[in-house]
């Protein structure tokens, strides 16, 4: 399995760092893409969880008042709707850098300069709940000086100069979404976690009962890092490696390796997490 994925990961590395233009800016369209709809599925996942975890603790839970099922009930409300709209602002960078790999090819009508610009200028209006901060913002400006004068095609040079900032702010954002989304699973799967060891493993032991293979499964799971959590952390590991790939695109400099490698840890992440919901 080990060899299969380093197969893979060389395959998708020297796809992105062909010598020719062309094949150079479509492993930036098509990482772009890719990155845009893995970060999608990641953050609808980690929502799927989150509810499964506090339908678990409502379900367990000794207090059952009208409070305590608007407690649940409400915030989820709110996240499903940013989850929503999170969702189709990734899909406005998915289709931002296929733009940006027509106009790589030599399509330089006014249609794909204007719908590259529209979708640049869509990314500057972040979702209200993800606004970076205007330190952080600061942290990703002048990044226009960091293109490599006379190395892209002229149309794509002006669009890089001009979107520098706009990208790796939007990319910012999918960080942010992530350390929203780890900060309120966390908080959840705790509450779940902590009830199920009282109940199921706790209980049990201290009763001096006969322990079956769901108690030894039950505390195995207690004691193992969440995989939601596992898979969060790929997931911004994998955002990170994205910076630098948008920075190595401004400079001319086309290895996606990282960021490749980064995306094929998050998708096996999914494909496991996606597998154990389906067993459970």
């Known amino acids: 399995m080990l060899r299969i994925l380093a197969s893979i990961v ?45 339908a678990n ?8 008042t009208e409070t305590d099922l608007a407690s649940q009930t409400t915030p989820f409300q709110a ?25 790589s090819k030599g399509d330089q009508s006014d249609g794909t300069a204007t719908a590259l610009g529209t979708f ?12 970076l901060s205007d330190e952080r913002k600061k942290a990703l400006t002048g990044l226009a000086g ?6 892209h095609a002229a149309a794509v040079e002006k669009a890089l100069i001009r979107d520098a900032d706009t990208i790796a702010q939007a990319i910012a954002i999918s960080e942010k979404m992530l350390e929203e989304q780890k900060r309120w699973i966390t908080f959840r799967e705790r509450a779940t976690r902590e009830l199920n060891y009282a109940q199921k493993v706790k209980a049990p032991f201290i009763s001096g009962q006969t322990l ?24 911004e590991a994998a955002t990170a490696n994205m910076q630098k790939a948008w920075r190595g695109v401004l400079r001319a400099d ?9 995306l094929l840890n998050v998708k096996a992440g999914i494909d496991a997490l996606s597998a154990l919901k389906e067993f459970k």
């Open 10 to 54: 060389v395959l998708l590395a020297s796809a992105g760092c062909s010598t020719v233009v062309v094949n150079r800016y479509q492993g930036v369209a098509e990482t772009g893409k890719v990155f845009a709809q893995t970060m999608g599925k990641v953050n609808e996942l980690a929502l799927d969880r989150s509810i499964d975890f506090a």
């Open 57 to 64: 603790f409502l379900s367990a839970s000794v207090s059952r």
């Open 79 to 103: 996240r499903s709707k940013l989850i929503g709209e999170y969702k189709t602002y990734l899909q406005g960078l998915a289709d931002y850098f296929g733009e940006l790999e027509s106009l």
């Open 120 to 131: 640049a200028d869509a990314l500057k209006a972040e979702p209200i709940a993800l606004k």
């Open 146 to 151: 960091l293109v490599a004068k006379q190395f």
């Open 212 to 235: 079956s293979e769901d108690w030894k499964k039950e505390w195995t799971t207690y004691v193992r890092t969440p995989p939601t959590t596992l898979l969060l952390e790929e997931a």
């Open 254 to 262: 086309y290895s996606f390796a990282e960021i490749q490698a980064s």
